[in-house]
DNA sequence: TTCCAGGGGTAGA
DNA sequence: TCTACCCATGGA
């Protein structure tokens, strides 16, 4: 087995840990954390074809580095090495600038966010294929039922790490694309969600749906919504959830987990109207989804 | 058994 | 735009 590591920098004031636990994808396959370091693992498949197991870690001083230990079945040539970088730094908002919340939180006195220095960054997945699946594991099922259904996608569809077959990435738009709807079905418990999963892969293969458009930092969140809704089983939770997922936070994402959150917080328990949830969060402007997310926490 | 989960599609008004 | 009904699956 190769190994090599890679030392990467994060932005002033970045929390690592923070970042990793801020959401519940560090609990789906192929992502694992380990409190020992503490470090996240990730299972992937490089466009080339190569499949890697990461490991990242932080390296305390001033300033903190992050390490990524990559390994391999055989040495990965540079372009390579540089995807891994690009996809950590994705995974893991490297890149993101969150200036202007961290001020309008700074200037939101009433607001007691559950967010220390360097936080409100969530984990993503390295490529949006990945994050739009499990965002689509997640509607209308139990979060155990979730984990479960990405479980089986990586167990079944994914290509394992050569040596190690027990370490498996999450499987490519081909793989499903080639299983077809009714393996799909058979095989993941993906239930009604199967067709609409199939249905994207299979559109991303044939070109007709061009995920990377929905990553243009230039496009504003309204088109990227617009198009994001076009997607079959794609709603409004969904596409909130997945512009969260681009670094947009216009949208709520309002489901089960939020009212019951907003009630708790809000309502005495007592239900809160989604146009009242709305209301609420809207004096943040484009930074809704962080401020509803680090207002109103998980009590698991 | 029935209900519902980090909802969404569709038909019909 | 709004509502009713349906959609697989599994746990409570």
């Not at 294929?129 to 594991?137: N, W």
């Not at 999963?197 to 293969?205: C, G, T």
Request: glycine share 8%; net charge neutral.
């Amino acid at each position: 087995m190769w190994v090599q590591e890679i030392q990467e920098a994060p932005p002033p004031a970045y929390d690592f840990v923070a970042t990793a636990r801020a959401h519940g994808w560090i609990a789906l396959q192929p992502f694992t954390w380990h409190t020992d370091g503490p470090r996240l693992g990730h299972v992937q498949r490089l466009s080339g074809g190569s499949v890697v197991a990461l490991q990242v870690g932080e390296q305390s001083g001033s300033p903190a580095t992050l390490t990524i230990t990559v390994q391999a079945a055989h040495e990965l040539p540079a372009d390579q090495i540089d995807a891994v970088r690009r996809r950590v730094r994705r995974m893991l908002r490297l890149d993101e600038d969150l200036t202007e919340f961290y001020r309008m939180q700074r200037s939101m006195e009433k607001w007691t966010l559950s967010l220390g220095p360097g936080g409100g960054r969530l984990l993503r997945c390295p490529t949006l294929f990945e994050d739009i699946v499990y965002t689509l594991c997640t509607t209308n099922v139990t979060w155990a039922g979730t984990k479960r259904m990405v479980e089986r996608l990586v167990q079944h569809l994914g290509d394992p790490l050569p040596g190690r077959p027990e370490l498996r990435a999450f499987p490519t738009p081909a793989a499903i694309a080639r299983a077809g709807a009714e393996r799909l079905r058979r095989e993941t418990g993906l239930g009604y969600r199967s067709a609409y999963v199939w249905e994207l892969a299979r559109d991303i293969v044939e070109g007709r749906i061009d995920l990377g458009a929905l990553e243009d930092p230039r496009r504003p969140a309204s088109e990227l919504r617009r198009d994001l809704l076009a997607l079959r089983g794609v709603g409004d939770y969904a596409a909130a959830t997945i512009l969260m997922l681009l670094g947009r936070y216009e949208h709520l994402a309002i489901d089960s987990e939020l009212r019951a959150a907003v009630a708790r917080k809000y309502g005495a328990g007592e239900p809160i109207s989604d146009d009242r949830i709305r209301a609420l969060y809207e004096p943040w402007g484009r930074w809704r989804y962080l401020a509803a997310w680090f207002d109103a926490p998980e009590t698991g």
